[in-house]
Structure formats: C-alpha cells, structure tokens
C-alpha cells in the first residue's frame, strides 16, 4: 500500500518558538493532504486540507497564521506551528488520499510545549 | 453535513472470540464510500476494511467483515477470531464520492480490549 512518513515523530520547544513538521508520500504523488489534530483517545480533528500548489483549506476556528501549512511539491507538505504554546501540545497527523478515497495516514507527531 | 456515530467509546472481546462495532452516519448522497480505521498504541493509522455505497456486497477482509445497511445508514465492524494484536481504538469514516478531494468524516473512535 501507499507509504505516507512523517517527520519529526516527538519534538519537544520552548514556548515562542516554531516547530516543522514534514508530511511525505514515498511512493505516490498526494496532490491533497490532510492535517488533523487529536487528543488522547479522542477523534481525529482535521485541521486543513493541503493542495499542492496553492493554499491550504482551513477549518472553522483554526487559526491560519498559527498553523501554516504548505504543499511545495507532489510528496512534501509541511506543517509549521508558528510561536508555539503549551495549549498547542498535541498529537498531529498527516494523511494523503489514494484512489477510492481511502486515507493513508503518516506515522503521527507528537508536540510538547515547554 | 455528513456526521458519523460511535455509541460504543470502548468494547472489550475475549480471544479468538467475535465482536461487532457499531456504526452509523447521515448524509444526504447516495454515492460514498465508508472506512473503518484501526489505530492501534504505536498510533499510524491503517485502513482495515472499505465499503462503497454502490455495492450491495457487505466487503470482507479475513477475519473483518462489515455489515452494510444502507437504508438504515449502518456500518457496522465484526471482527472474528479475535487477536492480540486487534487491541487499537477503531474509527469509522465517511467520505463523499464527489469530487477529487473530498475530506473524511470520522467517527469518536471505540476503543477496543482483547482479553487473552
């Protein structure tokens, strides 16, 4: 099946900072990304729709300039969560859609900020 | 909007029994696909079993198999001969068969225990 990896897999900063995370398909081309957002053993939040080329498709109530999202490439989205705060600790996850619309999903990135 | 419904938060089974998770979702389309998910403690999620709408045939993967109503918008995941390795919180989703990149709709996940 198709390979979705995510990077880095824990990040620990210091609030005020920025963190990046690498949302890659190793064997197929994801013109569309999904990044969720979930707390422990709660449902998947989606957070925004990545299109490669152009710019992300956010959910109500998720701040844009918080969660800056690109998609430079067929395989690479990245998610930045800008001047980073403890409230945004979380578990992230990246997903790609392959053909009947079955998600494949990265391995998840687990933030905390101190 | 399509909502998706888990009413079981947890389910516990004992080995290489059979246990059936619930599911069932609203929407106003007649073409879509359903998804159970399984996300066991490591956390990557993986696809278990799909369903599209336009198939009568409940889909079957080795010890997974669905129970499709569509008229009772049901969806429900029987899981059989019940192993170690099945312990994971189970989500259901939908996803619309409009469009190209349609997004997901997902359950609240039960959590499932397989007792040895």
């Known amino acids: 099946g198709a390979v979705v990896s995510q990077h880095p897999s824990r990040v620990i900063c210091k609030s005020g900072t920025s963190v990046k995370i690498e949302c890659r398909s190793l064997?197929?081309?994801?013109?569309?990304m999904f990044w969720y957002r979930q707390f422990p053993k709660k449902s998947l939040m989606l957070m925004a729709t990545?299109?490669?080329?152009?710019?992300?498709?956010?959910e109500q109530g998720v701040e844009k300039d918080k969660f800056l999202i690109n998609h430079a490439s067929l395989t690479l989205s990245t998610l930045t969560v800008t001047s980073a705060h403890p409230e945004d600790s979380s578990f992230y996850i990246c997903s790609a859609r392959v053909s009947h619309g079955e998600l494949f999903f990265g391995e998840g990135s687990r933030l905390t900020v101190l | 909007a399509q909502t998706v419904t888990q009413s079981q938060p947890e389910m516990s089974v004992q080995e290489a029994e059979t246990v059936t998770l619930s599911c069932t979702y609203d929407t106003s389309e007649s073409d879509y696909y359903l998804f159970w998910y399984k996300q066991p403690p490591s956390r990557q999620m993986i696809l278990v079993i799909r369903q599209e709408a336009y198939k009568q045939q409940n889909a079957t993967e080795n010890r997974f198999s669905v129970n499709f109503q569509k008229a009772a918008k049901s969806f429900s995941l029987k899981i059989s001969d019940s192993q170690l390795g099945d312990a994971a919180m189970y989500f259901c989703a939908y996803r619309s068969a409009k469009g190209n990149a349609g997004k997901s709709t997902f359950g609240d996940g039960t959590t499932l225990t397989v007792k040895p």
């Open positions: 064997d197929f081309q994801a013109t569309t």
């Open positions: 990545s299109n490669e080329g152009s710019k992300a498709t956010y």
